[in-house]
């Protein structure tokens, strides 16, 4: 079983910085992509960043020069960084795992990321 924890969410001012945290536990080893996610009240989940396992990086336009997806493998652990934040950004971000066997795809429970002065 995997299971995956966010941290690092708070609240933060219009131009500041956060750094989120996915960890796994479990065995993903053979995963196929780390991705993060958000959703704000009234709005479907989307996709903010995508990493492979051999480390190619995709962003949504809305953030792309502003956050970086990275992972570290041996730590079982994948990070978004997240700069320049603006209100827009205010949502609950989830990360996930997808995997080439079932169940494919595991969540994590989301953080709070709230961009106000």
């Known amino acids: 079983q995997v299971q995956l924890v966010e941290s690092g969410g708070g609240l933060v001012q219009p131009g500041g910085s956060l750094k989120l945290s996915c960890g796994a536990s479990?065995?993903?080893?053979?995963?196929?992509?780390k991705g993060w996610y958000r959703r704000t009240p009234g709005k479907e989940r989307e996709l903010v960043a995508i990493?492979?396992?051999?480390?190619?990086?995709n962003y949504a336009d809305s953030v792309k020069g502003r956050f970086t997806i990275s992972k570290d493998d041996a730590k079982n652990t994948a990070y978004l960084q997240m700069n320049s934040l603006k209100p827009e950004d205010t949502a609950v971000y989830y990360c996930?795992?997808?995997?080439?066997?079932?169940?494919?795809?595991?969540w994590g429970q989301g953080t709070q990321v709230t961009v106000s002065s």
């Open positions: 996930n795992v997808v995997l080439p066997a079932h169940p494919y795809v595991y």
């Open positions: 990493i492979l396992r051999d480390g190619t990086a």
């Open positions: 479990g065995s993903i080893f053979n995963f196929i992509s």
